[in-house]
């Protein structure tokens, strides 16, 4: 009979916890900046819309200072990156954060943030969730780090 109450609370703990396995990301060179736990701290739990006006969710990731919003995850983030050098690449403001986009491939682009130390990478499969919208959701977060630069 006891084995019926520990059944109920490990049934009431995968459904509080969900059945998403966690996100496996390579941490960034300097995941452990400070700087990069307030933004992990500060990040909202769901992100944009998807095409049936569900945000997505956030999930737990293998490393620091990493996140990721939807299952399978169409949002991830690494703070730590290397500081990107001034660029000819498409620049672009949402919020008060300026984000390069440093790479797109069909319907998978990648941002770094640019005049932020330590810079941050966001990937969105834009086949989800528009660039714009995933930007607006993590901007509020990178926009404690450091400010050290432009885009001019």
């Known amino acids: 009979m ?40 500060t990040l909202p739990q769901q992100l944009g819309e998807q095409t049936g006006n569900e945000p997505l969710d956030r999930r737990d990731t293998t490393a620091q200072a990493t ?17 990107p050098a001034p660029s000819t690449s498409r620049c672009i403001t949402v919020g008060a954060v300026d984000w390069l986009e440093v790479a797109q491939e ?7 943030s640019y005049g932020r130390s330590p810079a941050t990478e966001v990937v969105i499969d834009t086949s989800v969730v528009s660039a714009v919208t995933a930007l607006e959701g993590v901007s509020g977060a990178v926009e404690r780090l450091e400010l050290v630069g432009a885009c001019s």
């Open 2 to 41: 006891r084995r019926l109450p520990l059944l109920a609370a490990a049934v009431a703990l995968l459904t509080l916890t969900g059945c998403a396995r966690a996100v496996n990301l390579p941490p960034a060179e300097d995941a452990a900046d400070p700087g990069c736990a307030s933004v992990v701290l």
């Open 67 to 83: 996140a990721a919003w939807g299952d399978p995850s169409a949002v991830t983030l690494r703070c730590g990156m290397p500081e």
């Open 106 to 112: 069909e319907n998978v682009w990648t941002f770094v």
